[in-house]
């Protein structure tokens, strides 16, 4: 069974920074891809930036310039580097991985809470 277990959130002050970090544990392929989401109160989930095994990226526009994803494939870890935080980045962060085979398999992580507050 493959299970995500997110960490690194907490509450930080506006320009601030965090790091999270997602290890994957359980029988992945090479070749797949790890996204971080993230879910504020009331709001629905937003796509946050995605990271595939080659090495590919994508932001968001909203984090574009101010967050850095990037993975350790000896380890099966995605880490979200977040600076420059606005209270608007307040939410649970959570991160999946996928992959192809006949469908699209995907897990997800429980997530881990972001706050940003003076």
């Known amino acids: 069974q493959v299970q995500l277990v997110e960490s690194g959130g907490g509450l930080v002050q506006p320009g601030g920074s965090l790091r999270l970090s997602c290890a994957v544990s359980?029988?992945?392929?090479?070749?797949?891809?790890m996204d971080w989401y993230r879910q504020a109160p009331g709001k629905s989930r937003e796509w946050v930036a995605t990271?595939?095994?080659?090495?590919?990226?994508s932001y968001a526009d909203s984090v574009k310039g101010r967050f850095t994803i990037s993975r350790d494939n000896a380890k099966n870890t995605v880490y979200l580097q977040m600076n420059s935080l606005k209270p608007d980045d307040t939410a649970v962060y959570l991160c999946?991985?996928?992959?192809?085979?006949?469908?699209?398999?995907?897990?997800w992580g429980q997530g881990t809470q972001v706050t940003v507050s003076s």
């Open positions: 359980g029988n992945t392929p090479i070749f797949n891809s």
């Open positions: 999946r991985v996928y992959w192809f085979s006949s469908r699209v398999v995907e897990y």
């Open positions: 990271i595939t095994s080659g090495g590919s990226i």
